[in-house]
């Protein structure tokens, strides 16, 4: 088991998740979304797919004991444990540059989009070239965005609580990537953006 490991807030990171491993994911404050990617480390361009995972659980949102799936069709995670409501987001893209504008924001402003991009860089040159320039669209966990009985969305800020977390098996050799989504102009992170904490397990 690694130590507890801090993501500060507004910012991301690229980790290394081997088969059988588990990672922690701690919503230290209880507030604040992780939109999470993951990457077959030997062939990135199979990467944690939301529309697939729709299509293998025939479901929006993942519960205990489901897997997550590949853009191959294939379990690429597992969720073990999750002491939340269960309250996740598999709909909404990351946040990014243009969002922040539309929202009537001037400047630059932090996004997922930029994190997972410097994510990227810092993994080096040569990884660097094998992932996608624009990422995927995130599983935004403990990102609360109910579905309305007319199909419309609505963001609220999330129903987890402090120290609440959870747990994601690898199925096979993963690179990681998490953002403590930056978003402080939506009631997404409570209007807060916080640090979180995980720990790899196994």
Not at 71 to 85: A, I, K
Not at 173 to 184: E, F, G, R, T, W
């Amino acid at each position: 088991m690694s130590g507890l490991q801090l993501l500060p807030a507004r910012q991301g990171i690229a980790i290394s998740l081997n088969q059988n491993q588990t990672l922690k994911i701690i919503n230290s404050h209880g507030k604040q979304v992780v939109d999470f990617w993951a990457f077959n480390a030997s062939e990135s361009n199979e990467y944690l797919s939301m529309a697939h995972t729709h299509a293998g659980l025939l479901k929006l949102t993942p519960t205990t004991d489901d897997a997550l799936f590949s853009s191959n069709s294939r379990p690429m995670l597992v969720l073990t444990e999750d002491t939340t409501s269960g309250a996740h987001d598999t709909l909404i893209s990351p946040c990014d540059a243009g969002r922040y504008q539309a929202l009537g924001f001037e400047g630059y402003h932090a996004s997922c989009t930029d994190n997972f991009r410097q994510a990227v860089d810092d993994l080096g040159m040569r990884l660097r070239r094998k992932f996608p320039f624009s990422p995927p669209s995130p599983l935004n966990l403990f990102m609360n965005v109910p579905v309305g009985a007319d199909g419309s969305l609505r963001f609220e800020p999330p129903a987890s609580e402090k120290g609440q977390y959870v747990c994601l098996k690898a199925q096979m050799d993963l690179v990681v990537i998490m953002s403590a989504c930056p978003m402080d102009l939506r009631a997404t992170n409570n209007w807060n953006p916080t640090e979180i904490h995980y720990a790899i397990l196994g």
